[in-house]
């Protein structure tokens, strides 16, 4: 009895040091990218194919455009099936839309990595969430700008895209937030192709700017949130860009991003205002963030990530992790919100119950590794 009660009890602790290892083999290979660093296009693009090629059962990529320079647009699908086989809804997250702002894809791979990590611990309110949400992932938009803000110092600061110039000016690029078929050309743009918000001879006119209307556009219907990740200022913003022009829920957008805003606020005290742009900022038409309002999709928010004026687009390294900790911490907050709203009588569990679930689960495990030694031992 003794033997055989011992030898259980060896295989149950074998079992969940396995179980353990297996886990944390996982968060190592997660681990091994540096997160906490800026990386150019082409670490990214191979970090991109890791994700999906490690996690195939949560995670496809798809390219949805090309750039002017022909280089693909990207995006990670983050889902689960839907256990009732139901059509699922989805949400829009891109980054570097705006190539100088380097925090902006640093947070989406931190997004990214923090998706991965709580799926493969098992937690129950993201499990959820995925059957019901696709995710996606843009973490490199303006993929040309980006590049070309790798160059040397000289481009570092570079936030346009890269297409030619129009016939009689001799400058590159067009502001892709400011090509977007929302009140495009009115408020808060240039004409001249020299300037910073240059706004193209069009809406869309830019292969970027269409990517994006193209796929987000053909499924409106699915889309619930679109989140476009910027720096500097930390702001939180809600449409509309346009100073005469008010979304039909803002109200409802105002709660929603302060909620956000005071849960960020508590992780490291640092404040985020919330508003629309002429509020808070600058009038401006052209957004995508806009754009995604008057398409229809009923929460849609730019944040402006750290700092406050000190570094601007030149936020250190050092700064990476806390700011996309607590980044993350707001997005989190208003998709939760966006999910229960959705999702009334299914609502996500509390990140304590989640913890609950674990906490019991280990309780079970030693209870019972206890009560077969008490056995052996008679």
């Given at each position: 009895m003794m033997a055989s009660s011992g030898l259980l009890v060896f295989l149950l602790v074998l079992h969940a040091n396995l179980?353990?290892?297996?886990?944390?083999?996982?968060?190592?290979?997660?681990?091994?990218?540096?997160?906490?660093?800026?990386?150019?296009?082409?670490?990214?693009?191979?970090?991109?194919?890791?994700?999906?090629?490690?996690?195939?059962?949560?995670?496809?990529?798809?390219?949805?455009?090309?750039?002017?320079?022909?280089?693909d647009i990207k995006l990670l699908k983050f889902g689960l099936p839907d256990p009732g086989g139901l059509e699922k809804k989805a949400v829009w997250v891109d980054c570097g839309i705006h190539a100088r702002e380097w925090i902006a894809p640093a947070f989406c791979q931190w997004f990214v990595k923090e998706i991965l990590q709580s799926y493969n611990e098992s937690d129950v309110r993201l499990t959820k969430f995925l059957q019901k949400i696709d995710?996606?992932?843009?973490?490199?938009?303006?993929?040309?700008?980006?590049?070309?803000?790798?160059?040397?110092?000289?481009?570092?600061?570079?936030?346009?895209?890269?297409?030619?110039?129009?016939?009689?000016?001799?400058?590159?690029?067009?502001?892709?937030?400011?090509?977007?078929?929302?009140?495009?050309?009115?408020?808060?743009?240039s004409t001249d192709c020299c300037s910073n918000t240059y706004c193209g001879v069009s809406p869309a006119s830019e292969p970027e700017a269409k990517a994006v209307t193209d796929f987000v556009g053909t499924r409106v219907d699915q889309f619930l949130c679109y989140l476009t990740i910027h720096s500097s200022g930390q702001l939180i913003l809600l449409?509309?860009?346009?100073?005469?022009?008010?979304?039909?829920?803002?109200?409802?957008?105002?709660?929603?991003g302060k909620a956000a805003a005071s849960e960020m606020k508590k992780l490291y005290g640092m404040e985020?205002?919330?508003?629309?742009?002429?509020?808070?900022?600058?009038?401006?038409?052209?957004?995508?963030r806009d754009w995604a309002r008057l398409l229809g999709i009923p929460f849609s928010y730019t944040f402006e990530l750290r700092d406050k004026g000190e570094f601007g687009h030149l936020l250190p390294e050092d700064q990476i992790k806390p700011a996309c900790e607590e980044a993350y911490v707001g997005v989190t907050s208003i998709?939760?919100?966006?999910?229960?709203?959705?999702?009334?009588?299914?609502?996500?569990?509390?990140?304590?119950?989640?913890?609950?679930?674990?906490?019991?689960?280990?309780?079970?495990?030693?209870?019972?590794?206890?009560?077969?030694?008490?056995?052996?031992?008679?």
């Open positions: 179980k353990f290892s297996l886990s944390l083999g996982v968060s190592e290979r997660l681990w091994n990218y540096n997160y906490s660093r800026y990386h150019p296009m082409d670490e990214i693009s191979s970090w991109m194919d890791s994700v999906e090629e490690q996690n195939p059962k949560l995670v496809t990529s798809l390219v949805y455009g090309q750039t002017f320079e022909k280089r995710l996606y992932v843009t973490p490199v938009l303006n993929v040309d700008g980006y590049m070309f803000s790798w160059t040397n110092q000289s481009t570092r600061l570079w936030r346009k895209s890269r297409s030619l110039p129009p016939q009689g000016c001799g400058c590159h690029g067009v502001d892709l937030n400011r090509n977007f078929n929302a009140n495009w050309g009115t408020v808060g743009v449409p509309y860009g346009h100073p005469q022009i008010t979304a039909p829920n803002y109200d409802e957008l105002v709660s929603v985020y205002r919330v508003g629309t742009s002429p509020q808070i900022l600058y009038a401006n038409s052209g957004s995508s998709l939760s919100y966006v999910y229960d709203k959705n999702f009334p009588n299914d609502k996500l569990p509390t990140a304590a119950a989640t913890a609950c679930v674990h906490v019991t689960g280990l309780v079970v495990m030693t209870t019972l590794a206890t009560l077969l030694v008490t056995v052996g031992s008679v």
